[in-house]
């Protein structure tokens, strides 16, 4: 079986409190975008337990590191199904905010429950795929939601960018997730974003923000500059998408960047 994980972007970010464990609340809008990785995954003929291979975008650290053999270890020790062969064709870069590490592990569940007709329901899929991750079960019916708690309290929101354009941009910096954190001073919204994404989109810019934005721009400005290009290139929205290093611009057609963002990975396509 061959399935497609793919990548979300955040639209707004708003970190409202910290939590007595030491995380934080937050409140976003996940959207599910077209960026996807390649996942084959089938009854192994040869191993006892499962192989993995990956392509693409380099998968650096121990196999058993990944989260979709973390999600196949979940799976198989409370399932019956043999063993596997696993591919990746990796295209989500890491570190970006997109989300595509969570995906796979996600599509993994769903990939393994459909293959071996395990019969799982989505809601104890969901279930599922919130032991690997926050965001992780957001994959699972793959459809906007508003999220809060730590990102892992999902309510659908009637929203569709169809018909908009999407340029995504991710420069060669890693930022850090947890010193984006601790650099911010959590803050309660006036106003929720369900409300706010109701507003024309050329009117987010003035009213959707990412909380990360000002502190990662602070010591990124690489990150800050291609924002505005966005804007010099005609976006009706842009914004980074979760603690970053992506950014992305929303166009009411497609945007010509061609000689622009130099050494960055670069995708465009329609919403």
Not at 153 to 175: A, C, E, M, Q, R
Not at 189 to 213: A, C, G, H, R
Request: hydrophobic share 40%; net charge negative.
């Amino acid at each position: 079986m061959i399935v497609y994980p793919n990548a979300k972007i955040n639209i707004g970010l708003n970190v409202v409190e910290k939590r007595p464990d030491g995380y934080h609340n937050i409140e976003t809008i996940f959207y599910p975008i077209g960026l996807q990785d390649v996942l084959s995954v089938e009854a192994s003929e040869t191993c006892s337990d499962y192989s993995f291979a990956a392509s693409g975008i380099p998968v650096g650290g121990d196999a058993e590191d990944n989260l979709i053999v973390k999600a196949y270890h979940l799976l198989r020790s409370g399932y019956q199904f043999p063993a596997v062969d696993i591919s990746l064709l990796k295209q989500i870069p890491f570190g970006a905010g997109l989300g595509g590490g969570s995906a796979d592990a996600a599509f993994m569940l769903k990939a393994l429950n459909q293959e071996f007709q395990l019969k799982i329901t989505p809601k104890k899929l969901e279930q599922l795929a919130a032991k690997l991750g926050a965001d992780c079960p957001f994959f699972i019916r793959n459809k906007p939601v508003y999220a809060t708690g730590t990102g892992n309290i999902f309510t659908p929101v009637n929203l569709s960018l169809k018909g908009y354009w999407l340029l995504l941009v991710k420069p060669d910096i890693h930022v850090s997730t947890a010193e984006a954190y601790s650099a911010l001073t959590p803050t309660p919204s006036e106003v929720p974003l369900t409300e706010l994404i109701q507003k024309p989109i050329v009117e987010w810019k003035e009213f959707i923000k990412n909380d990360f934005e000002k502190t990662v721009f602070e010591k990124q400005p690489e990150i800050e500059a291609i924002k505005k290009e966005m804007y010099r290139l005609g976006a009706l929205y842009a914004s980074m998408s979760g603690s970053g290093s992506s950014v992305y611009g929303i166009f009411g057609e497609m945007p010509l960047y061609e000689g622009r963002f130099e050494d960055c990975f670069v995708v465009c396509g329609e919403l």
